[in-house]
C-alpha cells in the first residue's frame, strides 16, 4: 500500500502538477502587485477613480452593488491583459525560436482516373476506386 502510494506521488505528472500549482500561485501575486501597483493608479490618474465599488441602485429595497462587478471585470480584464502580453506573447516568441521551420508535408499525387485527392506519393493502388496507379 505505501509502495503504491510512493509510485503514485513520484509520477511525474504529479510533480509536474504540483510545481506548476506553486508558480501559479507565485506568478498570481506578481500579476496582482502589476495590476494594483501600476496599472490601477494609472486608471485613477485618467479617469479620477479607481474604485467603483460605491456605484449601487435600489429596486424595492434591494440593493444591487453594480460597482463590485465593475471592479471585478476591469480587474479581470487587465490581469489577462498583463498575462497575455508579458508571458504568452514573450513565451510563444521564445518557443517559436527553438522550434525552427515546420517540416515539409509529404508529397502526395491525384489520382488520374477519380481525382482523389492527397494519395501517398508512393501509392499504387487508388482507395477510392482502386484503379491502378503508375
Given at each position: 500500500m505505501v509502495k503504491g502510494f510512493r509510485d503514485f506521488i513520484l509520477r511525474?505528472?504529479?510533480v509536474d502538477l504540483a510545481v506548476g500549482v506553486a508558480i501559479g500561485a507565485a506568478f498570481t501575486a506578481?500579476?496582482?502587485g502589476l495590476v494594483k501597483d501600476f496599472i490601477t493608479p494609472l486608471i485613477a490618474a485618467i479617469f479620477t477613480q479607481p474604485d467603483f465599488s460605491s456605484l449601487v441602485f435600489m429596486i424595492n429595497g434591494s440593493k444591487f452593488m453594480y460597482g463590485d462587478f465593475i471592479n471585478a471585470l476591469i480587474a479581470f480584464l487587465i490581469d489577462a491583459t498583463a498575462i497575455y502580453f508579458f508571458v504568452v506573447l514573450p513565451v510563444n516568441k521564445?518557443?517559436?525560436?527553438?522550434?525552427?521551420?515546420?517540416?515539409e508535408p509529404a508529397p502526395t499525387k491525384v489520382c488520374p482516373f477519380c481525382k482523389m485527392p492527397d494519395l501517398a506519393?508512393?501509392?499504387?493502388?487508388?482507395?477510392?476506386c482502386t484503379a491502378t496507379l503508375s
Open positions: 511525474g505528472n504529479v506578481v500579476v496582482t521564445l518557443l517559436a525560436r527553438f522550434k525552427g521551420p515546420a517540416p506519393a508512393d501509392a499504387t493502388r487508388c482507395p477510392h
